[in-house]
């Protein structure tokens, strides 16, 4: 595990243990004690790692909003209707995930190394975070028949092949042809993005999908500004009260927290739209009804917000939107951790079908 700051690495941790996959019972026996062995506080008091296989924590209805922008709480209004069904269908059901998990002092991450804020509007309270994974530049794959090991052979340069910040940002809003090019760029560089999220194509295909429920987000053909405060520039102070996570005017893809808002002990998975401030889209914790809260932006719901009401008022269908819980229940249907690393035990291989 290493830390880098101006340039310079600092290894924090080596060789740390690494909890295997939960097989099954006879394989790896009372396994979420076994997974404690894999959590390490690092040296210097700079918080705490694990890596190792989690319970997937997100949750989507993928089969149905991929399916022609189906949502099946209102597909019987679809183009092409089907009988309305609740709740929605958890895709990630059942699903493990490998996870490096970080818990990292306020401290490390401000400029000047400090915990504390003069307030909510403190700029330094306000990060931005992303991740890339990369491969290197060439890799091999040997005919084993024709002699050898067979194992592949790697070399060249590390490249930068996908990265995330917003969830679904790739997915909805980088059009299919740039996903590649998206993928290998830095942040810092989504200006040359910044017209689809100005315009984005779902929020044109919504009324065409659903004929006659967003005729309001039908004759919206102003650019989408509050899109772009939330995923590409934080949104700044005087919209919100008390809020803001604002970067700067340089469009990035990033995930932006505004580390001096407390954690809300009473919380909304509907984040900054269901009046908590402590979620998505300031940060995202892992029980944010991200999706739900990202497709109502879409319809229009946080242009009213950003405007105002007599500027434009959103669909009524627009605030209905829910993609596999109905939020008015605020319980996602993922159980996760009270503590570190928060996502849930794996499910055994044995166990699960």
């Not at 959590?39 to 149905?64: C, M, P, T, W």
């Not at 004929?211 to 405060?229: I, N, S």
Request: proline fraction near 8%.
């Amino acid at each position: 595990m290493t830390r880098t700051q101006n340039g310079q690495a600092t290894t924090l941790g080596s060789g740390l243990a690494c909890p295997p996959c939960n097989v099954g019972p006879r394989s790896t026996p009372a396994y979420a004690a076994l997974a404690q062995s894999g959590i390490h506080s690092l040296s210097g008091g700079h918080g705490k790692v694990f890596a190792g296989q989690r319970q997937e924590g997100f949750f989507v209805d993928l089969g149905s909003i991929f399916d022609l922008g189906a949502l099946r709480p209102f597909q019987n209004l679809h183009l092409i209707p089907l009988p309305a069904v609740t709740p929605g269908v958890n895709g990630a059901k059942h699903l493990n995930v490998h996870t490096i998990a970080l818990q990292v002092p306020i401290g490390d991450l401000t400029k000047d190394g400090s915990g504390t804020f003069s307030g909510t509007g403190d700029s330094k309270a306000v990060v931005g975070v992303w991740t890339a994974a990369y491969r290197r530049q060439a890799r091999i794959r040997p005919d084993a028949d024709e002699g050898g090991d067979g194992e592949d052979v790697e070399s060249g340069p590390w490249v930068q092949v996908s990265r995330l910040g917003n969830p679904l940002f790739n997915e909805v809003i980088v059009p299919m042809s740039k996903k590649d090019r998206w993928n290998s760029l830095q942040p810092a560089a989504d200006s040359q993005f910044l017209q689809y999220v100005q315009h984005p194509e779902l929020a044109k295909l919504l009324p065409v999908l659903y004929p006659g429920v967003f005729p309001k987000l039908a004759g919206l053909a102003a650019a989408r500004d509050d899109l772009v405060a939330i995923l590409l520039t934080g949104i700044p102070s005087g919209i919100i009260p008390g809020f803001q996570n604002f970067t700067g005017t340089t469009p990035a893809d990033m995930l932006r927290l505004n580390m001096a808002i407390a954690p809300n002990h009473s919380p909304s998975i509907l984040g900054l739209l269901g009046g908590d401030a402590a979620g998505y889209p300031n940060g995202r914790r892992v029980f944010d009804d991200v999706v739900t809260i990202e497709l109502r932006a879409v319809a229009g719901l946080t242009y009213q917000v950003v405007h105002g009401t007599t500027v434009f008022t959103a669909d009524g269908a627009a605030g209905a939107i829910y993609d596999v819980e109905n939020p008015a229940g605020n319980t996602p249907p993922v159980s996760y951790l009270s503590s570190f690393p928060y996502l849930n035990t794996p499910e055994s291989g044995f166990d699960v079908l």
